[in-house]
């Protein structure tokens, strides 16, 4: 497969109209029978081994487990081994090392961010292959596939709401205190340096970040950089990628001076750069902090807190007239080392079932990548959150190379905590580039 074609492709998500058609639900067909396989006499089911992020045996994961009981109820030849792997950066590591090690891996719950590099490496199944997939592919908005994959005719992953839902980027804000501190949610960044005096006043900052758990620094990128770079993020990545832009070119540069002005001005919380994300979350939940940046992802940590809750978008940098948040989610994935290949199929056509995931919609009130789930949503903040899909992108850090991003959310820690400055953390980004291009692992050569 061509890298070229891999990025170029793949890289550009279909805005406005297509994103927003995620939000306009109409209901969910009646799920199709499937009759299971007889299973002879004293023969022990298939199993097929999952590598997730998340334990299934969680009570928040309860909706999950049971459609994995009512899979195995009307298949009793198959038995499901869902094991649970770190949700964070070290995912990556620790589902590699199992499959180098040689134990039996079939499915993968995989995150965007690593989907590029895992094809790369010739980790992952081509779901294409197979026409039992066809209507289910059919039921996805297309912007998701072409976010994780080279192009519509070969997808690696399903992004379904049983793998995760779809989430996209804003700023949630505490209503209460902003009022208290007499100010209204910020439109720009100025409006957070605005903020800065008034909130002290209180006992508060602006907002806080959990730069501690270094997988979260990109997101601070991604905020940024797209309004630096002329509302073009997707093609100003292309080409840095490419090399015809350099990682500690000016725009970077910006970029990482943007980041470091935000402690430095008081907007950003102190001690953010050592924070984890639960410790953000409890600072904004204590009222300390006005605000988060994050995504639908956290809202089940932020309800129920007690706090006045909103969600806003992006806070515009310099001139820029739009934010571009970012959509993420995770699909299910067949290992190219299964050897069950076939039995996988027929677990991703049964949680691929719109019935399926609109039940899951319905109880976990979190968007899917299936438009027509979405009517069940009826949470008050999801709805809130919901516009901000329409201007949604792939997040960058899906197209850089997973050495360049290690080396970005550890220069951009750097940057919040202060000890280091624009120019070497951009030259730092650049150098990893550079060693990637001579070891033949960039992805353009």
Same mark, same amino acid.
């Given at each position: 497969?061509? /890298?070229?074609?891999?990025?170029? /492709?793949?890289?550009?998500?279909? +805005?406005? *109209?297509?994103?927003?058609?995620?939000?306009?639900?109409? +209901?969910?067909?009646?799920?199709?029978?499937?009759?299971?396989?007889?299973?002879?006499?004293?023969?022990?089911?298939?199993?097929? &081994?999952?590598?997730?992020?998340?334990?299934?045996?969680?009570?928040?994961?309860?909706?999950?487990?049971?459609? &994995?009981?009512?899979?195995?109820?009307?298949?009793?030849?198959?038995?499901?081994?869902?094991?649970?792997?770190?949700?964070?950066?070290?995912? =990556?590591?620790?589902?590699?090392?199992?499959?180098?090690?040689?134990?039996?891996?079939?499915?993968?719950?995989?995150?965007? @961010?690593?989907?590029?590099?895992?094809? /790369?490496?010739?980790?992952?199944?081509?779901?294409?292959?197979?026409?039992?997939?066809?209507?289910?592919?059919?039921?996805? =908005?297309?912007?998701?596939?072409?976010?994780?994959? =080279?192009?519509?005719?070969?997808?690696?992953?399903?992004?379904?709401?049983?793998?995760?839902?779809?989430? $996209?980027?804003?700023?949630? !804000?505490?209503?209460?205190?902003?009022?208290?501190?007499?100010? @209204?949610?910020?439109?720009?960044?100025?409006?957070?340096?605005?903020?800065?005096?008034? %909130?002290?006043?209180?006992?508060?900052?602006?907002? $806080?970040?959990?730069?501690?758990?270094?997988?979260?620094?990109?997101? %601070?990128?991604?905020?940024?950089?797209?309004?630096?770079?002329?509302?073009?993020?997707?093609?100003?990545?292309?080409?840095?990628?490419?090399?015809?832009?350099?990682?500690? +070119?000016?725009?970077?540069?910006?970029?990482?001076?943007?980041?470091?002005?935000?402690?430095?001005?008081?907007?950003?919380?102190?001690?953010?750069?050592?924070?984890?994300?639960?410790?953000?979350?409890?600072?904004?939940?204590?009222?300390?902090?006005?605000?988060?940046?994050?995504?639908?992802?956290?809202?089940?940590?932020?309800?129920?807190?007690?706090?006045?809750?909103?969600?806003?978008?992006?806070?515009?940098?310099?001139?820029?007239?739009?934010?571009?948040?970012?959509?993420?989610?995770?699909? !299910?994935?067949? *290992?190219? $080392?299964?050897?069950?290949?076939?039995?996988? %199929?027929?677990?991703?056509? !049964?949680?691929?079932?719109?019935?399926?995931? *609109?039940?899951?919609?319905?109880? %976990?009130?979190?968007?899917?990548?299936?438009?027509?789930?979405?009517?069940?949503?009826?949470?008050?903040?999801?709805?809130?959150?919901?516009?901000?899909?329409?201007?949604?992108?792939?997040?960058?850090?899906?197209?850089?190379?997973?050495? $360049?991003?290690?080396?970005?959310?550890? @220069?951009?820690?750097?940057?919040?905590?202060?000890?280091?400055?624009?120019?070497?953390?951009? =030259?730092?980004?650049?150098?990893?580039?550079?060693?990637?291009? /001579?070891?033949?692992?960039? !992805?353009?050569?």
């Amino acid at each position: 497969m061509s /890298r070229r074609a891999l990025l170029q /492709r793949g890289a550009l998500l279909a +805005g406005g *109209a297509a994103l927003a058609s995620v939000l306009q639900g109409c +209901g969910a067909v009646l799920p199709t029978t499937n009759a299971p396989p007889a299973v002879s006499s004293g023969s022990a089911p298939t199993k097929l &081994v999952l590598l997730d992020g998340a334990n299934i045996d969680a009570p928040d994961m309860a909706p999950r487990k049971q459609v &994995v009981t009512d899979f195995m109820a009307g298949n009793p030849d198959v038995k499901m081994d869902f094991r649970a792997l770190p949700s964070n950066i070290q995912w =990556d590591r620790v589902a590699r090392t199992t499959i180098l090690s040689g134990e039996q891996v079939d499915l993968v719950n995989i995150n965007g @961010q690593f989907i590029r590099a895992w094809v /790369r490496d010739g980790l992952l199944n081509d779901l294409s292959r197979d026409a039992q997939l066809t209507p289910a592919f059919g039921n996805v =908005d297309p912007s998701f596939l072409s976010a994780q994959s =080279d192009d519509a005719k070969h997808s690696f992953a399903l992004p379904i709401t049983h793998a995760s839902p779809v989430h $996209v980027t804003a700023f949630f !804000y505490n209503k209460g205190l902003l009022d208290k501190a007499g100010l @209204q949610a910020p439109k720009t960044l100025d409006d957070m340096q605005a903020m800065v005096q008034p %909130l002290k006043s209180v006992g508060a900052v602006p907002f $806080v970040h959990p730069s501690g758990d270094v997988g979260w620094n990109p997101l %601070l990128v991604c905020w940024i950089q797209p309004m630096l770079v002329n509302n073009q993020p997707m093609e100003f990545t292309l080409r840095t990628l490419k090399g015809e832009v350099n990682y500690n +070119g000016p725009e970077w540069i910006r970029t990482f001076e943007t980041i470091a002005n935000l402690t430095k001005n008081g907007v950003l919380g102190a001690g953010s750069g050592a924070l984890s994300v639960d410790g953000a979350y409890q600072l904004f939940n204590q009222g300390k902090a006005a605000m988060l940046y994050t995504g639908s992802w956290s809202l089940p940590a932020l309800a129920g807190s007690g706090i006045e809750l909103h969600a806003t978008g992006l806070p515009l940098v310099g001139t820029a007239q739009k934010a571009h948040p970012i959509i993420a989610f995770n699909g !299910y994935a067949i *290992a190219e $080392v299964s050897s069950n290949k076939d039995t996988a %199929l027929r677990w991703l056509k !049964y949680v691929a079932d719109p019935a399926v995931d *609109a039940q899951l919609v319905e109880k %976990l009130q979190a968007f899917s990548p299936m438009p027509a789930s979405n009517s069940a949503i009826k949470d008050p903040i999801a709805r809130e959150v919901a516009p901000w899909f329409a201007d949604g992108i792939v997040p960058l850090d899906w197209l850089w190379e997973p050495e $360049v991003t290690t080396e970005i959310q550890n @220069q951009v820690q750097g940057l919040v905590k202060g000890d280091t400055q624009p120019q070497a953390a951009a =030259d730092a980004v650049q150098a990893r580039a550079d060693a990637l291009r /001579r070891e033949g692992r960039s !992805y353009y050569k």
